[in-house]
């Protein structure tokens, strides 16, 4: 069983997004294998699913993203947990989790691929391993630097909308990326 979680903002008003970039990936994928998504309030998230691949978009906000992760991985026994405990730091999910989200660092219109490494400033990834206490799972980081970083605020950047030739270039990324990370 693997899991590939999408990360964004819940809500209308953050749809098409720069920061929502992990949501339109894995809404993608739903797609793509045709899954319908699920509002499940166990774990604060929607989950879509077949018998191999768990799809989850965490309802909390972007910054709380690593209680709906952990919480589904528990649920379908995939940490190794001693009474509900996580009980090795660092554990090697790297095969299990997948998880999909934004990079200011990456220009628009890239992804990259990485494995064990640090948030980097991203408070959604770093949800994820202060819950999951490590950092060695599978990250599929999708670019949306453009050169209007440099002139406003990064908290404005990332939740302006993408304007219609942004989305063609993210939607382009995505699907790009989906390829890597399905093989």
């Given at each position: 069983m693997r899991i590939i979680v999408g990360l964004g903002n819940p809500g209308e008003q953050y749809a098409n997004t720069r920061h929502n970039a992990g949501f339109m990936a894995i809404d993608s994928l739903a797609k793509e294998l045709d899954l319908a998504w699920e509002n499940n309030k166990k774990f604060k998230a929607e989950i879509a699913k077949n018998d191999s691949?768990?799809?989850?978009?965490?309802l909390d906000f972007m910054n709380n993203?690593?209680?709906?992760?952990?919480?589904?991985?528990?649920?379908?026994?995939?940490?190794?947990?001693?009474?509900?405990?996580?009980k090795?730091?660092?554990?090697?999910?790297?095969?299990?989790?997948?998880v999909i989200h934004d990079d200011l660092d990456i220009e628009m219109g890239k992804f990259k691929v990485s494995i064990d490494s640090r948030s980097a400033g991203h408070r959604g990834v770093k949800s994820i391993i202060n819950h999951l206490k490590t950092k060695n799972f599978k990250r599929l980081r999708i670019g949306i630097k453009t050169p209007l970083l440099e002139k406003i605020p990064t908290d404005k950047f990332v939740l302006m909308k993408l304007n219609t030739e942004e989305k063609k270039i993210i939607d382009i990324t995505i699907f790009a990326a989906l390829k890597d990370i399905k093989n």
């Open positions: 691949l768990i799809l989850v978009k965490p993203s690593g209680r709906s992760v952990a919480a589904v991985m528990s649920y379908f026994k995939l940490l190794p947990k001693k009474l509900g405990l996580i090795t730091a660092n554990a090697d999910l790297s095969e299990i989790l997948t």
